[in-house]
């Protein structure tokens, strides 16, 4: 009975943790924004890993996304990188969208 009380204690403050909701890949602004045209896959995986998003239809276009719990507001933010390659594997067009903040 005394090892159970502990437990019960412990397992009531874990259970009160709040964990942020985090999907998608990790992307860190600064990283995101050396990507340049003309950089191969190879550095772009390097960079951000593995896209969440690879689409059979087109094989040479990557996504990146990130959804996340802003922790002054408190709201999901987006943002994320569309890359699309060329023949080459070569960066060849760069979206970026809700990295500006």
Avoid: S
């Avoid at 397992?11 to 191969?40: F, S």
Wanted: glycine residues 6%; positive net charge; aromatic residues 6%.
């Amino acid at each position: 009975m005394r090892m159970l009380a502990p437990f019960l204690v412990l397992m009531l403050v874990t259970g009160c943790v709040r964990e942020p909701v985090h999907q998608g890949n990790r992307i860190k602004p600064e990283e995101a924004w050396l990507i340049q045209k003309g950089d191969t896959r190879f550095r772009v995986e390097q960079a951000l890993g593995t896209p969440v998003l690879k689409d059979t239809l087109h094989p040479n276009r990557a996504t990146y996304i990130e959804q996340f719990e802003d922790k002054d507001t408190g709201r999901i933010k987006t943002r994320g990188i569309e890359i699309t390659y060329d023949e080459a594997l070569r960066v060849k067009r760069i979206r970026r969208f809700g990295l500006d903040d």
